[in-house]
T-cell receptor, first 113, second 114 residues
């Protein structure tokens, strides 16, 4: 089946630093790719998504590009803020199952003021 | 109400109690999900209801019993739980006949089993 691997956390950065959270995947077919974010005490929220190769998803200054050749979907942000502190989940849709998403283990991000 | 709502937000129960978690989605979606999120463990998919038919049951113990009376409501009935069942239980919904199939999550119910 499909699977997602993302970098272990926690990741600690200073405010205004550049952020990269790596995500690679294994899949048959052409899955959609997602980044979800979970703020403390809340459920998961969709941050951005890409549905086909070379698509770039973006939202709130975050970006990720669907790279089929490297099976990657790395999350980046040019200048992080304290309010970006959260857990970030990379995910992909299961092949031939529109009702199932496979999540990575999550990466906790701490931003220091 | 908008999005996906869950009640209660916090629940403490003894091992012999029976309780239910409720989820309601106000998005007109046709699929609903229960996930379990434990500390230091990956997000675990428990149950999937697609058009009110259960399409996934990931070897969940029978002390967890889901119910989906219609496409907007989902329940998780709990009985004789164990302390290791303490976790955040997340409900989600999606529209499965559209491409991209993103899921929308509720805020979760924080369950503590004593």
């Amino acid at each position: 089946g499909n699977s997602v691997t993302q970098m272990e956390g926690p990741v600690t950065l200073s405010e205004e630093a550049f952020l990269t959270i790596n995500c690679t995947y294994t899949a048959t077919g052409y899955p959609s790719l997602f980044w979800y974010v979970q703020y403390p005490g809340e459920g998961l929220q969709l941050l951005l998504k890409a549905t086909k190769a070379d698509d770039k998803g973006s939202n709130k200054g975050f970006e990720a590009t669907y790279r089929k050749e490297t099976t990657s979907f790395h999350l980046e942000k040019g200048s992080v803020q304290v309010s970006d502190s959260a857990v970030y989940f990379c995910a992909l849709s299961e092949t031939n199952r529109d009702d199932k998403i496979i999540f990575g283990k999550g990466t906790r991000l701490h931003i220091l003021p | 109400e908008t999005g996906v709502t869950q009640t209660p937000r916090h629940l403490v129960m003894g091992m012999t109690n029976k309780k239910s978690l409720k989820c309601e989605q106000h998005l007109g979606h046709n699929a609903m999900y229960w996930y379990k999120q434990s500390a230091k463990k990956p997000l675990e998919l428990m149950f999937v209801y697609n058009f009110k038919e259960q399409t996934e049951n990931n070897s969940v113990p029978s002390r967890f019993s889901p119910e989906c009376p219609n496409s907007s409501h989902l329940f998780l009935h709990l009985h004789t739980l164990q302390p290791e069942d303490s976790a955040l239980y997340l409900c989600a919904s999606s529209q499965v006949d559209l491409g991209g199939n993103e899921q929308f999550f509720g805020p979760g119910t924080r369950l503590t089993v004593l």
